[in-house]
């Protein structure tokens, strides 16, 4: 049942920022859960969240490596190599936030999206 719940929670979040998003910008407030084992269960969530992100940081810390290795190999072979590197840094494409934010909502808590720019769009 509580595989149910979060499936719900996180496919009503992900439409609701895509509704959100299409031209207005919103920020998201959090009204923390009202109970002790709600606040608990809050603080998991963001153990959760900062391991997400750590795992998705490192992931991308080994493909950027790989990929580097791979274009200096590759320069090797016709002595191009430059020696810059690019790097992909952000989590923001992992999820890591909307699981978050579907952990939070599980827990008691609320989140109200609310807008900060263009919304009279």
Known sequence: ???IKKLVFGIFSILTLALLSSCA????????????????CVQSCLT??????????????ITDIASTVQKSLEASKHNKYSGSTTTSSSTDDC?????????????GGDIKY?????CGK
């Open 114 to 118: 609310v807008c900060i720019a263009n």
């Open 95 to 107: 999820g890591c936030q909307y699981m978050y934010n579907d952990c939070y909502k599980s827990c």
């Open 48 to 61: 959760e969240k900062r391991i997400c992100n750590n795992n998705c940081h490192n992931r991308k810390m």
């Open 1 to 3: 049942m509580n595989a």
């Open 25 to 40: 910008q919103y920020d998201a407030r959090y009204t923390p859960p009202s109970t002790e084992s709600g606040m608990q």
